[in-house]
């Protein structure tokens, strides 16, 4: 049963990026997430051998269901989409909603998947309807690419130094304005799923 009348029928999407320290990161903020939530698409560098576990393991312990990606799935409420360690992940229209695509194509930042390329396609479709969100991580990826979510219109949140194992990514988004909201890790939750019927 939806825990909040228009959660789940809001039509926003939630796209995450993350790093070094991430996969601990991302297990908080899903596990203060509601079964009822908006689509969640996330890119975890990590290498590909990792990523359908770690999709089992989010799967187990957060009350959204939670599968590692595999292209061409229907983007849908409730349902978290990791990224698999091999393969970009982008969202494209589909005839009925959005569905989930992986793409092999040369990494960007050195990473694939990369931060960027997920934000990318969220402006391209989504814009003002999406929720970008940057966690802990080393290096640069995903900064320019919430930059371009938030000037799209969306809202953009990112974590804070204090709560971040590597104030990495956050920082260099924060610097070039693309973090609407600053947050710690264990405020972020709560403040997306604030955003989400406004």
């Given at each position: ?15 995450v990026g993350a790093s070094t320290g991430g996969t ?175």
């Amino acid at each position: 049963m939806p825990t909040r009348p228009g959660l789940a029928a809001s039509g926003k999407i939630i796209f995450v990026g993350a790093s070094t320290g991430g996969t601990e990161a991302i297990k908080e903020f899903l596990q203060g997430i509601p079964a009822d939530c908006p689509p969640i698409l996330i890119v975890q560098h990590m290498p590909e051998s990792f990523t359908a576990s770690f999709a089992r393991r989010l799967d187990s312990l957060c009350a959204p269901r939670v599968i590692e990606a595999q292209g061409n799935e229907k983007v849908e409420p409730g349902t978290v989409y990791i990224a698999p360690g091999h393969s970009h992940l982008l969202i494209r229209r589909g005839n009925a909603g959005f569905l989930t695509e992986l793409a092999a194509t040369p990494p960007v930042n050195r990473h694939r998947p990369s931060v960027d390329v997920l934000f990318d396609s969220a402006t391209a479709l989504v814009g003002r309807k999406a929720i970008g969100v940057i966690l802990t991580g080393m290096g640069k990826d995903g900064a320019q690419g919430l930059l371009r979510l938030r000037q799209s219109g969306a809202r953009t949140f990112g974590q804070d130094e204090a709560s971040c194992v590597v104030y990495g990514m956050p920082r260099e988004a924060f610097l070039i304005g693309a973090v609407e909201e600053q947050c710690p890790l264990g405020d972020i939750a709560r403040r997306v799923i604030g955003t989400v019927c406004v």
